[in-house]
């Protein structure tokens, strides 16, 4: 994707402060992505990736094809196992003034990948025991088909979970990351034996630092900037560094509150 564009001039801002309070760590994602599909590959597993439909799985495509066309990867199914996320291909395909892809390229990346839409399909990616990759919505694991998936996989000490996005709380992504030990599925309990990593890096939510850099370019200071999408303590950090860095009046408002402007 390309950089997101910086205002200039704004009475009024909304801001997201999801990560309002911390920086993304400098990692190699790509190196990350490979090392655990062929640790995962060599224990006989498979690779389950709780993902967002729309951008999250596409740059997941994008990542594992960029590894398999350097052969860092095993030649095992990749699959994409979310309706809306197959859908979205068709977005990215009919808009490619949005994004850095040629048509060549976005034919040639979706090519690797087995996309699942059918029901059945999916029911006979979830109870295939060969090793593969599943990248399949939803990417909090509230709910969506990566259920299924984990239905079947969570207990085997062989699958990996990798987060690829935010877990926000409440969350059977964000209690797996915290290290719960069973997991509620479809009414029952199940052991969390498999293991759960997370790629901190690939969110695609700005870190403290992209979003005060986002405000770097206003020409008259606003009235007001308004700090959602982001939990308290994230979204007060943030209010504090805006603050110091441009001393423009923020405001994280709470559920309920009606404000006049």
Same mark, same amino acid.
């Given at each position: 994707?390309?950089?997101?564009?910086?205002?200039?001039?704004?009475?009024?801002?909304?801001?997201?402060? $999801? !990560?309002?309070?911390?920086?993304?760590?400098?990692? #190699?994602?790509?190196?990350?992505?490979?090392?655990?599909?062929?640790?995962?590959?060599?224990?006989?597993? $498979?690779?389950?990736?709780?993902?967002?439909?729309?951008?999250?799985?596409? $740059?997941?495509?994008y &990542?594992? @094809?960029?590894?398999?066309?350097?052969?860092?990867?095993p030649?095992?199914?990749?699959?994409?196992? $979310?309706?809306?996320?197959?859908?979205?291909?068709?977005?990215?395909?009919?808009?490619?003034?949005?994004?850095?892809?040629?048509?060549?390229?976005?034919?040639?990346?979706?090519?690797?990948?087995?996309? %699942?839409?059918?029901?059945?399909?999916?029911?006979?990616?979830?109870y295939?025991? =060969?090793?593969?990759?599943?990248?399949?919505?939803?990417?909090?694991?509230?709910?969506?088909?990566?259920?299924?998936?984990?239905?079947? +996989?969570?207990?085997?000490?062989?699958?990996?979970?990798?987060?690829?996005?935010?877990?926000?709380?409440?969350?059977?992504? =964000?209690?797996? &990351?915290?290290?719960?030990?069973?997991?509620?599925?479809?009414?029952?309990?199940?052991?969390? &034996?498999?293991?759960?990593?997370?790629?901190?890096?690939?969110?695609?939510?700005?870190d403290?630092?992209?979003l005060?850099? @986002?405000?770097?370019? +206003?020409?008259?200071?606003?009235?007001?900037?308004?700090?959602?999408?982001?939990? #308290?303590?994230?979204?007060?950090?943030?209010?504090?560094?805006?603050?110091?860095? !441009?001393?423009?009046?923020?405001?994280?408002?709470?559920?309920?509150? %009606?404000?006049?402007?």
């Amino acid at each position: 994707m390309f950089p997101p564009q910086k205002p200039q001039k704004a009475d009024y801002i909304f801001l997201e402060s $999801t !990560y309002g309070n911390r920086l993304h760590p400098q990692t #190699n994602s790509l190196f990350e992505l490979e090392t655990i599909i062929n640790n995962t590959f060599n224990k006989g597993g $498979t690779v389950v990736i709780p993902s967002f439909a729309v951008e999250r799985v596409q $740059t997941m495509m994008y &990542l594992i @094809w960029q590894l398999k066309k350097e052969d860092r990867i095993p030649n095992i199914p990749y699959i994409i196992d $979310t309706p809306m996320g197959i859908s979205v291909l068709d977005v990215f395909k009919d808009n490619r003034m949005w994004h850095k892809l040629s048509m060549k390229e976005c034919d040639e990346m979706c090519k690797i990948f087995t996309l %699942i839409s059918d029901f059945q399909d999916s029911m006979n990616a979830v109870y295939d025991k =060969r090793p593969k990759v599943v990248i399949a919505a939803s990417g909090m694991i509230t709910g969506g088909r990566v259920l299924s998936y984990l239905e079947h +996989l969570i207990d085997k000490p062989e699958t990996t979970v990798t987060l690829v996005g935010y877990q926000a709380e409440g969350t059977r992504g =964000r209690k797996l &990351l915290e290290g719960a030990t069973e997991i509620k599925i479809y009414g029952k309990y199940y052991p969390v &034996l498999a293991n759960i990593l997370l790629i901190e890096s690939l969110s695609a939510h700005g870190d403290q630092n992209d979003l005060l850099n @986002w405000l770097s370019e +206003l020409v008259v200071k606003p009235k007001k900037v308004f700090l959602v999408h982001g939990e #308290n303590e994230a979204a007060d950090e943030l209010r504090l560094k805006i603050k110091e860095c !441009y001393d423009f009046d923020s405001q994280a408002p709470f559920l309920g509150q %009606i404000i006049e402007i």
